[in-house]
């Protein structure tokens, strides 16, 4: 029978859940367990199988557009290499930086992406914090060039995948920074800086596998003993309710464009940075 590549983050279950007990035996002995909480963690994982079932269905569904982009308009053919892989998993890794950036600054995108912030821990089961509505947000535009390039589509999709798959790891407080990993990769300590909501470290490392993008275009972000990271959203969600996580900030967006007096700020409200949609939809509430 042929592996379903759609179904690999499924697949991982074991790994993932051998870590998350792997974590929780460390973080005992080391008398940190209230890191966890088990309504937060078991909120993600219902949020992770909703992800899941969604993401499978919008596969099903923009498959045939990557399929025709690939078969009618592909730029390059590729012969079945190893290099071609390498340059597959580096092109979506360097659209995943972008599609993770535009995610924090853009509000459309941030209705969806803010689920997987909205805790305020940070551990293993954080990673399956997923929103369901990413197909919505339109997450899958993203990739479509790599399929114009001339990558097969079920190529597309397991390198996504295995993209989010490697990112499952950077989510503990159970591991120090790791030498000259932190300025190749995205690692625990980078990524706690990315999920921290202080001044110093909101909106920067938006790294999937490569932390080289954030060093490239001037997001990147060092983790300090100083400032220690405070994690969650400038707007907390307060709700362990996993349907309602996924669709609070959705409401608020759309009842803010319904309510806004000119097209403008609804514009705004819509597609603005995330603070600058607050500021002006807080100017008619
Ligand atoms: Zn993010
Ligand atoms: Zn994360």
């Known amino acids: 029978m042929k592996f379903d590549i759609q179904l690999l983050l499924l697949a991982l279950a074991p790994v993932f859940l051998a870590c998350v007990a792997g974590e929780l035996w460390y973080l005992r002995r080391q008398g940190r367990l209230s ?38 308009h592909r730029l390059f ?16 890794d360097f659209l995943y930086y972008w599609f993770h950036r535009v995610s924090h600054r853009v509000r459309w995108l941030w209705a969806a992406h803010s689920v997987h912030h909205s805790s305020t821990r940070m551990n293993f089961t954080t990673a399956f914090r997923q929103s369901l509505m990413y197909p919505l947000a339109g997450m899958w535009v993203f990739w479509l060039p790599l399929a114009w390039l ?36 995205n690692t625990p300590s980078i990524h706690r800086g990315h999920h921290a909501k202080n001044p110093r470290y909101i909106d920067h490392n938006y790294a999937g596998v490569l932390v080289i993008w954030d060093r490239l ?55 603005g940075p995330p603070e600058e949609a607050e500021a002006a939809a807080a100017r008619w509430r």
């Open 217 to 271: 275009f001037g997001s990147y972000v060092e983790e300090s003993a100083d400032d220690p990271c405070d994690y969650g959203t400038v707007k907390p969600v307060n709700s362990f309710n996993p349907l309602w996580v996924s669709v609070v900030e959705w409401r608020d967006m759309l009842r803010e464009a319904w309510r806004a007096p000119n097209w403008k700020d609804r514009w705004t409200v819509l597609f």
């Open 35 to 72: 890191l966890y909480d088990w309504r937060d963690s078991v909120c993600c994982a219902c949020l992770g199988l909703l992800h899941q079932g969604a993401d499978k269905l919008a596969w099903v569904l923009v498959l045939p557009l990557y399929a025709w982009i690939y078969q009618q």
């Open 77 to 92: 053919q590729f012969a079945d290499s190893w290099l071609s892989f390498l340059l597959l998993f580096i092109g979506q």
């Open 150 to 185: 001339g990558f097969p589509p079920e190529q597309v999709v397991g390198v996504v995948l295995l993209n989010l798959a490697f990112q499952f790891f950077v989510h503990t407080q159970a591991c120090p920074k790791l030498g000259w990993l932190e300025y190749v990769f």
